[in-house]
């Protein structure tokens, strides 16, 4: 397995060009100047690190790794040392006078700063990446996938993988695919593909490095044929047909392993994709697709994916609504996945607040297939707690899967569950199996009960997957009228607005003998779970710096830290419930999060909303999935991840809103205009919303072909509409601006869709001309309005003037959010928090694409300095030093804003004003009158949060977003400045 050396070097080297680990003590330096001023008795020592290491005083004062910062007596005389970790060497000192590698004395007769520079030590050979395989329930010949990343610099050619048994003695036969790459071009996500026995917990690991090779699979996934005929896929035990319209036609399993498909071992012959429109009653099939387009998506050597995509059309040639399919195929398996999407991708002309009809309302939407028998079959219908509904084929046997959301009177009251039809019961498995002879298919569809209606059902020799049963409930086209204290939805399919869409997925698996109902259990729960099945470990994922600067989540008692906290007092108080507040289904709804209350009353009835996962959402779910390797975070980032791809996002153009040149506006728009949204859909997007779920860390952990679809609509909607938005030259008259948040988190859509695609232009352009606008706002002097800290007032008076080049400088808002009546000018701290956060991360990454020769033209000094200005002027106008928080807002002053998206910034903006000041780069020290308290300020909070006791703070609703430390590099940021 990996070793710890390896880890932490690969940490250095990613992250040692750009972070400087500098500490401070707990006992902040005299406020209302610059650091220094005070006390002309006493000096003060400040110790900057770079790399892993720990640097000692003598006399014992300093041991940087703890405290970095320590007052002495003037003209004392001080002793540094350097103490390298493991896998690093002492690479020298500078500033203060210090040089070399040996230990350093200084006579400190003025404040001083130093830095000691660790390096990494060159590990050659092969290295390896342990993986484990998680135990559950049994299903054979499984496709399993998963992203395994590496540090920049680690590997750039995939043909130096090879994935290996846990002990080394055996090569496992597996399929590498670049999906994302560093912006030097080096591989910064591997996903690898391989076909498991699932059951029993397993160990591997994956080999790279120089000689590394893979030996070729004794046969590759092969496909024959033409797209416009027809495309055949043979993984060895199945082979299928999938048709030019884009519909498996026909599916094969080679009974015998003699390799070769007969007759005798045809399953499928004939199918289509079908909805029935609530409109008109007519079917709509991909059968009669006119614009039909067919791809080989991937090739080999173990998985294949067939693409799919054109327009559901009836018999006259009327077109419904897109339709995208994609076959997943893997060698050596008797599994084919399916994943299907119905998108609506028309133009909505005129965007409303509230619709007056259904842009689509559908009856039904499923699959069917002709099954072959060689007499009459046998079916099997999984039904709950392992039981099995069962007899012979003989005209039509169904099982209909069914549910209610119960919102009365403004309280959520839960769901109902309830199935029936062959048998009856609450949860329904989501599989049926049927057996005639040597023929034995099962089709699984994946949150069958979490996503009703639904239906499976056998008629003669026709099986159908009804993803929306036309026996689910009453077809209707409009929100039907409400009275009483009951909330009532359509009971149709339905999308409110153009532009919405739903995926489901399926798995077809055939076998060469009849299977046991438990067995047929088992395979399903196992295709059921929301999990990475194959992970690397938390100090893997955290080492490798594609997910952030993280640290693994600490060993605390299980009743102590912030991690426990969060998921005991409210992961699990919220959604680990059968059916918590904050947990929905049905097809609408599952994945979302309730919010608490109503959002509006109609009728006198009480309507509810939801988050439509907003701000960081499900990303930060998955980042704590990697820290604590809790699969539970897993499941709640996924499953919250598909519902946004789906609901939460617009993927239809649209026009009538946004002043965007008389010119529509492409697919991507989300539906988040603010927490309340009410059925999952609104008319715009608030800026300061803007986000993308989980799509980044979803790709990256799973290579999800649907979510890098959606990822890259929603970037290319904000790179139409960003030169609208952000017009530069920057003038104030040229938009509202309400609050940081609002340039904060359209930043950070862009960051992530740069972090996983390598765009460099997209850095450039889209990203680097955000970060641009807001440099030539920052640098326009202009009047502030709002708190006044030597009067402890709040008042329409003009204080002074935000003048960057005075250091005052700050993005004057012309109406701050939450002026409470003021014409407040000034800063939301907690808004800011997620602004500075992400200009942090663009930053970042500015400085790799600038080593790799692809800048973004922003000035990096000018970055920086307004940075810098900013937390200065947040913590001066918005942290109450009497209550010790930081306020809602300058003019609202009353509470407590929430500090968990200030942290970060905070504490990393400390160490950069270390690092700036050490390196001579501060030219005006004295304008940074707040910055002794900011390390300070930063390491109380991280105290407070780790020393959090389970059960003080409880939540029954969540997530809301703000919960979660954003970013978690936070903690790494404090890792050496945290209290023992």
Known sequence: ??????????????????????????????????????????????????????????????????????????????????????????????????????????????????????????????????????????????????????????????????????DGTQEVPAQFDAISRWPDGSIKVALVHLVADLGASRAYRVAYGPGVA????????????????????????????????????????????????????????????????????????????????????????????????????????????????????HQGSDKVDLEVSVIDDRLEPNVQTNPTSFAIAAKALGLRWTYLSDSAADYRFGGESGAAHAAKVSGEHYLLQKGEFTFDNGVDLGHTFNYGGVGTGAKAAGWVALDSGNRHLALMVRDFWQQFPGELSV??????????????????????????????????MYFTRQGGAKTYQLRLAASTSLSTTSALHAANDSYQRHRLELTATPAWYTASGVFGDLTPTPQLSSNKGYDNVLMRDIYERSIEQSDGNATMFGWRDYGDRLRAGWALQTNGVYVPS??????????????????????????????????????????????????????????????????????????????????????????????????????????????????????????????????????????????????????????????????????????????HVGYDPATNTVSNTVLGVNDATQGTGYWTMTKMDNNAGFNATGTNPWMAGAFMGNLIKFHQADLEFAAAGKPSGVSHAQMVDMLLQGMNYVVKYGYDSNRKFFVYSEAQRGNNGGDHHILYPLAYLDRLYKQELAAGRIANPAWFDTQSTWGPLATRRHDELQNQTVGTFTQAYGFYGYEIVYPADFFTVMKATSSP
């Not at 400040?46 to 003037?74: D, E, M, V, W, Y």
């Not at 099986?463 to 909330?487: I, V």
């Not at 960081?616 to 980042?623: E, M, S």
Request: proline letters at 5%.
């Open 1 to 166: 397995m990996t070793t710890p050396t390896l880890r932490e070097n690969w940490r250095s080297l990613l992250f040692a060009a750009v972070f400087l680990l500098g500490c401070t003590s707990d006992t902040p330096a005299p406020s209302g100047g610059p650091p220094g001023e005070g006390d002309d008795t006493t000096v003060q020592l400040t110790l900057t690190r770079l790399g892993a290491g720990t640097i000692t005083s003598n006399p014992t004062a300093i041991s940087c790794g703890g405290t970095c910062l320590a007052s002495f007596a003037k003209g004392s005389s001080v002793t540094l040392t350097a103490t390298p970790d493991s896998g690093y060497s002492f690479g020298g000192w500078s500033g203060g006078g210090c040089t070399g590698t040996a230990a350093c004395t200084l006579t400190l007769d003025a404040d001083i700063t130093v830095q000691g520079s660790f390096t990494p030590v060159t590990v050659a050979g092969t290295q390896y990446i342990a993986l484990t395989l998680a135990s559950g329930p049994a299903s054979d010949k499984a496709p399993v996938r998963t992203g395994v990343p590496f540090p920049k610099g680690a590997l750039s050619n995939l043909a130096e993988l090879r994935l290996e048994t846990g």
């Open 214 to 329: 893979r030996a070729a699979l004794p046969r590759d996934v092969a496909i024959s044929g033409t797209p416009s005929t027809e495309l055949t896929v043979d993984t060895g035990p199945v082979k299928f047909a999938v048709n030019n319209k884009g519909v498996l036609t026909r599916l094969w399993r080679d009974t015998n392993a003699n390799g070769s498909f007969e007759t005798g071992e045809q399953l499928l012959d004939g199918g289509d994709l079908f909805m029935v429109n609530a409109y008109d009653n007519q079917e709509y099939t991909a059968g009669a697709a006119t614009d039909a387009v067919v791809t080989v998506e991937e090739t080999g050597p173990l998985r294949a994916v067939i693409k799919a995509q054109g327009s559901l059309t009836n018999a006259a040639g009327t077109k419904l609504i897109k339709y995208l399919v994609r076959y997943y195929a």
């Open 459 to 492: 008629n003669g020799n026709t099986l159908t997957a009804s993803l929306f049963p036309a026996r689910g409930g009453t077809a209707e086209t409009s929100q039907p009228a409400l009275s009483g204290t009951r909330y009532h939805r359509a009971q149709s």
């Open 610 to 783: 939801f988050y439509n996962d907003t701000h960081v959402g499900a990303n930060n779910f998955l980042t704590q999935f990697l820290r604590s390797g809790d699969a539970r975070w897993f499941h709640l980032g996924e499953i919250s991840t598909r519902h946004f791809m789906d609901i939460d996002v617009s993927h239809g153009p649209r026009a009538g809103y946004w002043s965007t040149g008389n010119t529509p506006q492409p697919a991507g728009e989300v539906h988040a205009i603010n927490h309340e949204n009410i059925d999952h859909q609104v008319r715009n997007l608030h800026w300061g919303h803007a986000h993308v779920s989980g799509l980044s860390n979803l790709y990256l952990l799973t290579g999800d072909k649907r979510s890098l679809d959606v990822l890259t609509e929603i970037a290319q909607w904000w790179k139409f509409v960003s030169p609208y938005f952000f017009k530069r030259p920057f003038k104030f008259a040229d938009r509202y601006r309400e609050a940081e948040r609002d340039y904060g988190w359209p930043l950070y859509v862009m960051n992530e869709y740069v972090r996983v695609t390598g765009d460099a232009t997209y850095h450039k352009d889209v990203a680097g001309n955000l970060a641009a606008y807001l440099i030539e706002w920052f640098r326009t002097p202009s009047n």
